[in-house]
């Protein structure tokens, strides 16, 4: 009988793109960092940039930090998983707190309990203007949502930190242009081209190690607006809400207070392939109620400064 085995072939494609991009910052970026929150997307390209900068038996250094904006309102399994990932490989980390911009005055919230993931924009431009960072790399993919589609692997933003979807840069033969002015930078997307269910085979073939949260576990969940919202201290239960403990997993990791998890009992990458092959609805979608305002609030936010 013939051994079931996944045909991966195109994630050697991907992988050499990726490489090939994230050293292309390394070349053409004085001070770059890469953006590393914990979840599958960012462990992913930080296990590439490894990779890339794999020589012989020699240890692996990156020639730069990641980066990680801390809402202060994350999962404990993800910031646990975060900080063994430094201890392991060495890699210098550089934070950004949320709450730090809260005690200075330049995020304000209306209630401790609100959503603080769009703040984060305020607190990044802070960390960008403070290390000088003129190249910041981050996971995002083109298959998430509608803005994302559109924008470039290199993405210039203003002084500001802002994105003009009208004025982005042509990105012919791969040929990547980072020229940018003293106070502007440049936000790089290395693994854009991916889906997420190439993320999943990714993940299965080079057998990463994930936060505990994205197989199944059991979880206090209530019920609303087809979503299923997690019972946490930032997220309590309101009035008149009933509760429930099902068995869930995240497809996406973010702040509390707008990741939701789906009813699934998939324990390993293998099990989670084969949801998402079936899958009509995008990750984001399935999960995150602030991109569900309205079908332009990525958009919005990315003007803003967001990642």
Known sequence: MQENTLLDDHLDWLEAES?????????????????????????????????????????VKLPFPILHIDTGHNYPEVIAYRDSVVEKTGVKLIVG????????????????????????????????????????????????EKARAKERIFSFRD????????????????LYNARIAKGENMRVFPISNWTELDIWQYI??????LPSIYYTHKREVVRKNSLLLPVTNVTPKAPGDVSEVLDVRFRTVGDISCTCPVLSNAANPIDIIAETAITEITERGATRMDDQTNEASMERRKKEGYF
Not at 159 to 174: H, I, S, T
Not at 204 to 209: C, I, K, P, Y
């Open 204 to 209: 299965a073939r080079e057998n990463l190690e």
């Open 159 to 174: 002084d500001f930190g802002q994105w003009d979807p009208k004025a982005q840069r042509p990105e012919l033969w791969n």
């Open 97 to 144: 707190h949320v709450e730090d911009s809260i005690k200075n005055g330049t995020v304000r919230l209306r209630k401790e309990t609100d959503s603080r993931n769009a703040a984060q924009a305020v607190t990044l431009l802070e960390a960008i203007a403070k290390y000088e960072f003129d190249a910041l790399m981050g996971g995002a993919r083109r298959d998430e």
């Open 19 to 59: 490489i090939y991009i994230i050293r292309e910052v390394v070349a053409q970026c004085s001070n770059p960092a890469m953006l590393f929150s914990g979840g599958k997307d960012s462990i992913v390209m930080f296990h590439l940039a490894r990779k890339a900068f794999q020589f012989g038996d020699r240890p």
